[in-house]
């Protein structure tokens, strides 16, 4: 509390209350225009404490202040009604701007309670930002940031660390968070159709435009638009997209009226667009307009602390959906867990642990279980496989046909096993010919024990 005071100075008049039923009388018998929650809660909830807080007339806003170890905990806060969260060790310093924010905005009651059910709608356990390590603390108080500005943002990172994720957070903590979220990959559209798929067509525009089509643009207006894997949008393309940066407007293909934008933009990729604009493969002044605000996630090997977090969530999750009681891990195997490398990241660490809650015998994961399951990862494929003889492509094929062999013909798990969407994954099956790898993968007892999303009953997971 004593860095509370120091930040607010003199100028601001501050109560202080170390249990919840004390806090709600000085609430009763004072006028205040903010309360502030120290958590964790020494005596008390915090979440009881905000349901108190929410059926008060004046609906006083509540700013959280947390540690890098409770973020997820002041998500679902956010998610129950309070206004804001400050990390203590990062944001303190920004305390006093905050609250007057906070302070500004239109009260809850005016809004019909809005934005407590816009924040929390479509906001899954498995999209929460997750991670009690400092790097993810800072990389989440620099996404806060840029949510309350209507800039583009660059998200950098490798192959799943959870850039889409962090797209969201960045969306659900933005003024347009009772807005639409729209997302598309663009390594996983055909080039020819990216400009209509980006920014709609019209009635007959090319062969095939049997009608309108609005979008992802269009679909996102008031809301975000997040552009997955932007490293791949052509050079032909690119002056379009700086357009709709630079000027706000746009038009579908075939069309001739002239379209306003109010999309927010956030790009990702897992490659150095820096690297690409010096080749000449990316547009210097596209770069420049996108790069307003960067945030860089760190992969898991640089948080391992985050892991044991990681894998409750997903044990929570695949329990769940398989009808399973799997125990939490013992601590032996969450040592090894963190030891691991995880090139995958959290895609390939949650793949792992479905697979793993899916074959376990019990209601507890063995270590060698887990690890026998894991032992299919991409890193054990590449080096199984690649005999580094060939083209590139010789080398890609043998890579996809291994793995599809190994999760047996499954092409979701493949897809997370190589770290590519569905239909990326597709593509390279029509491209390789290797229609022979489903059919033989299905017909192992591999397919019949990966095959999870596919089982028309959750009984058969059932312990």
Known sequence: ???????????????????????????????????????????????????????????????LLCAAADISQAVEGVRAGAADFI?????????????????GRPSEASRGDLAPLCRARDWAPGQMV?????????????????????????????????????????????ARSCGPFAAVNLAAVPSDLIESTLFGHEKGAFTGAVGQRTGKFGQAQGGTLLLDEIAELKLELQPKLLRVLQEGEFERVGGEKMLRNDARVVAATNQSISTLVQQGAFRSDLYYRLNVVTVTLPPLRDRREDIPEFVDLFLRKYNQLYDRSVRDLRPETIEALMEHDWPGNIRELENAVQRAVIVAEGDEIQPETFFDVASTSADKTTSQTADFSGTIEDLERKYIEEVLRRVGGHQSNAARTLGIDRKTLYNKIMKYGLGRALTAGQSGEAGKSLHADEMPCRSRFSS
Do not use: N, W
């Open 1 to 63: 509390m004593g860095a509370v005071r120091s930040v607010l100075g003199p100028r601001h008049r501050v109560e202080e209350s170390r249990e919840c039923a004390e806090a709600m009388r000085l609430v009763d018998s004072q006028s205040f225009d903010c309360v502030l929650v120290d958590m964790p809660l020494a005596h008390g909830d915090t979440l009881d404490l905000l349901r108190s807080l929410r059926r008060r007339p004046d609906r006083l806003p509540v700013i």
């Open 87 to 103: 990390i203590k060790d990062i944001e303190i310093h920004g305390l006093a701007e905050r609250i007057v924010k906070a302070v």
């Open 130 to 174: 997750v991670g009690k390590s400092r790097r993810m603390a800072e990389v989440i108080a620099v996404a806060r940031r840029a949510a309350q500005y209507p800039v583009p943002v660059l998200i950098l990172g490798e192959s799943g660390t959870g850039k889409e994720v962090l797209a969201r957070f960045i969306h659900k903590m933005s």
